[in-house]
Nanobody, 115 residues
Framework: QEQLVESGGGLVQPGGSLRLSCVAS????????MNWYRQAPGKERELVAS???????NYADSVKGRFTISRDNAKKTVYLQMDSLKPEDTAVYFC?????????WGQGTQVTVSS
């Protein structure tokens, strides 16, 4: 069964950093566009960052200059480096894989930014 497993969430103070990881299994990882979404309480899920198979990246305006998405195809892993975190970054972060073969979601990891 195809699977995405996120890790790296936690509690961090404003201005701090976290690195999220998402490991894929049983998918042809290298052909997928990999995405990070987030969902805060009472809000819709929103796209935070994307990286294509060709490693083109795209970011939500709210995280540009603070977050960096990257991928390691050999490890079937996508990362989200989050710097200069703000309280409004608090959310559950989800990993998503998308291609013409289908789409898959991870279970999510909680990120809380608070002093």
């Amino acid at each position: 069964q195809e699977q995405l497993v996120e890790s790296g969430g936690g509690l961090v103070q404003p201005g701090g950093s976290l690195r999220l990881s998402c490991v894929a299994s049983r998918i042809s990882f290298s052909i997928y566009t990999m995405n990070w979404y987030r969902q805060a309480p009472g809000k819709e899920r929103e796209l935070v960052a994307s990286i294509t198979r060709g490693e083109s990246t795209n970011y939500a305006d709210s995280v540009k200059g603070r977050f960096t998405i990257s991928r390691d195809n050999a490890k079937k892993t996508v990362y989200l480096q989050m710097d200069s975190l703000k309280p409004e970054d608090t959310a559950v972060y989800f990993c998503n894989a998308r291609s013409n073969l289908g789409a898959y979601w991870g279970q999510g990891t909680q990120v809380t930014v608070s002093s």
